[in-house]
């Protein structure tokens, strides 16, 4: 398997036809894997406000005040606004918001970035990401297009790639009913293939002024496995999150 970066891509606009700009630079075979950082994705739709869009309610007043409590640094409550209207659920509001997509995906501030947008002031994850993934590969002729994020880890100090939207292919891997070299039949081993190919294509695109943020994987072999599309875990089997809806900080 190998990876390279895109080169050459220069600063997406809303209503940039994003798979263009793939083709125009780089020769793709039908099996490749393209996997699109979600802040370029998020720029040709369009999903790019300033903080006067939000204006802070009741709810993102208290949030901001409770932050600030806790961290001792200004926080503005329209921010904590727009990270209420990008969410479906508040696990956490302090120290930090965390928070739980439409489309599935828990992470810090709904995922919202406030860096590398030159002309305003916030950038949203893409509403529907696999649906942008669809689009992408529509145009595209790789069969396969991942649309990632870089996120924190539960147990694990700084950020890695994820996986938040993918088209043609599964998300993961099943390979339950195999066995290991014993013969020992594997009972829960479920390989989450769309994280491990985000967190091997943000070694390119890196986390800074790179301008790299497009990854094509190649010669990337699925084998012969199940696969599905689950990649979110149910409120029901996810542990760590009952725990977090009983847990305060203080």
């Known amino acids: 398997m190998q990876l390279f970066a895109v080169p050459d891509v220069p600063e997406i606009r809303p209503g940039d036809d994003l798979a263009a ?9 039908e099996d490749d894997v393209v996997c ?8 040709a739709e369009g999903r790019l406000f300033d903080l006067e869009d939000f204006p802070a309610g009741p709810r993102a007043r208290e949030i901001a005040q409770t932050l600030e409590a806790a961290t001792g640094e200004e926080k503005d409550p329209r921010f904590a606004q727009a990270v209420l209207e990008e969410s479906v659920d508040l696990l956490m509001e302090s120290p930090f918001l965390l928070t739980e997509t439409r489309f599935g995906h828990v992470g810090v501030n709904a995922g919202i970035d406030r860096s590398n947008v030159p002309d305003h002031d916030l950038l949203l ?6 649906e942008s993934a669809e689009r992408i590969r529509s145009e595209l002729p790789a069969d396969r297009v991942v649309v990632t994020d870089t996120c924190g880890r539960p147990f694990r100090h700084g950020q890695r790639g994820v996986a938040i939207g993918w088209a043609g292919m599964h998300a993961s891997r099943d390979w339950r009913g195999e066995t290991d070299r014993d013969g020992r039949e594997l009972g829960v081993t479920v390989e989450n293939v769309v994280d491990e190919l985000a967190a091997a294509a943000n070694l390119l695109t890196g986390e800074g002024d790179g301008g790299t943020p497009v990854v094509v994987v190649r010669d990337f072999e699925w084998g012969d496995h199940a696969g599905s599309d689950n990649h979110y875990r149910e409120l029901a089997g996810d542990f760590v999150r009952q725990a977090i809806r009983g847990w305060q900080y203080e």
């Open 21 to 29: 700009v793939v083709r125009d630079r780089v020769d793709l075979r």
């Open 36 to 43: 699109v950082a979600s802040t370029v994705v998020s720029k």
């Open 125 to 130: 994850l893409p509403k529907r990401p696999s």
